[in-house]
């Protein structure tokens, strides 16, 4: 039997409030900082991406943005 580990996303600076989630091949989506809260958005266009929740935690935010 072979296990497969769950791909720990890389996170990518774009701006001073928006990070990217990627892997590999694939842009997962996007973490928005806005004020305090990181706004997590999936999706790989930016511009379509959807709201899938909000965090205090940029690594939690990273997590919704994996997770979806």
Known sequence: MVLS???????????????????????LGY???????FVALCGADLHHAVEVGQSLSLDRAVEMVRSR
Not at 10 to 15: D, G, K, Q
Not at 18 to 24: E, G, R
Not at 31 to 37: A, C, D, L, R
């Open 31 to 37: 973490v928005h900082k806005v004020g305090p809260v």
């Open 5 to 27: 580990l769950p791909v720990r996303p890389e996170v990518a600076l774009i701006s001073d409030d928006l990070y990217s989630v990627l892997t590999d091949n694939d842009t």
